[in-house]
């Protein structure tokens, strides 16, 4: 059964570790994704970004298809279906159509509009029992079209949006979707910080977790980051897996082309990206 995202990421800021965010795009993923989880007792949160809920069918789809596999798969770890840089139409869809968690990404508005609109959905998510991610200052990178410029986020605008009942805290603090660049200055721990003391015990959340030192990510964490975001990586490793087995030709060899078999490599992939960020995460054994 899908739970909402409030009471893993809270034992999380409290243990000093953080749950992953793997954002998921269609079957192979999920199920990858559930049985790492399951394998290392560890709590999951399911990522779904707008853009690949209508790849995989829809909302409905994506919820229908997570709850067969928990219940087939028989997983027992707490899991949460969430949805990705919502738009405001986006993050009710997804809220009616079973989601246990949401974010809204209102970091592109005026500051007051963003209070306005996560007001609103702080209602709406604590009527259904569902955890709500807010955020402030944009993440750099493009995702689904949308482009952030990697603003750093303001300590008082943090603490106004966290003051509004929200579950968690997507604060900008120099990270962005997608591989890092060379020259990328690192992580803003000095904003991190005072953005942890004006917003309290509320677990704050790291997006673009792919490519982050891991000496930065544990730093993070011991800033109050509870969750952390991992897309890029597992597509990578993903690719690289899948362009493998078809360069050695194996597809051609009986029935390798079965599709069952051509994406048998890259789901292992994912399983092994998935334990990694896990381990480093500190997630292990916390379910």
């Known amino acids: ?145 949308v482009v952030g410029a990697g603003e750093i986020a303001d300590a008082n605008e943090c603490k106004a949006i966290a003051d509004l009942g929200v579950t968690m805290l997507a604060a900008g603090i120099g990270n962005i979707h997608g591989q890092y660049p060379e020259n990328w200055k690192g992580l803003a721990f000095d904003a991190l910080a005072d953005i942890a003391a004006a917003t309290g015990d509320m677990p704050l959340v790291l997006h673009g977790g792919t490519g982050i030192p891991e000496e930065m990510i544990k730093k993070a964490i011991s800033l109050g980051v509870a969750k952390i975001n991992v897309n890029t990586e597992c597509q990578l490793s993903f690719a690289e897996a899948t362009r493998k087995y078809i360069e050695a030709g194996k597809d051609l060899q009986g029935k390798g082309f079965d599709p069952r078999k051509l994406l048998g490599p890259g789901f292992e992939a994912i399983k092994a990206t998935v334990k990694e960020k896990m381990e480093l995460f500190g997630s292990v054994n916390q379910a």
């Open 1 to 145: 059964m899908l739970v909402s995202a409030k009471e893993m990421l809270t034992k999380a800021r409290a243990g000093k570790y953080a749950v992953g965010q793997f954002n998921i795009n269609n079957l192979e993923w999920t199920k990858a994704v559930l049985l790492t989880a399951q394998e290392n007792n560890s709590p999951v949160i399911l990522g779904v970004s707008e853009g690949a809920g209508k790849y995989m069918g829809g909302y409905k789809t994506i919820v229908g298809m997570v709850n067969g596999l928990i219940e087939e798969l028989n997983i027992t770890v707490p899991v949460a279906l969430h949805l990705d840089h919502g738009s405001y139409e986006g993050a009710k869809a997804a809220m009616a159509a079973g989601f246990s968690s949401i974010m809204f990404d209102g970091s592109h508005y005026a500051i007051e509009e963003n209070i306005a609109k996560t007001t609103e959905l702080v209602g709406l998510t604590s009527e259904k029992g569902l955890s709500l991610e807010a955020e402030v200052g944009s993440i750099g990178g493009e995702e689904d079209g």
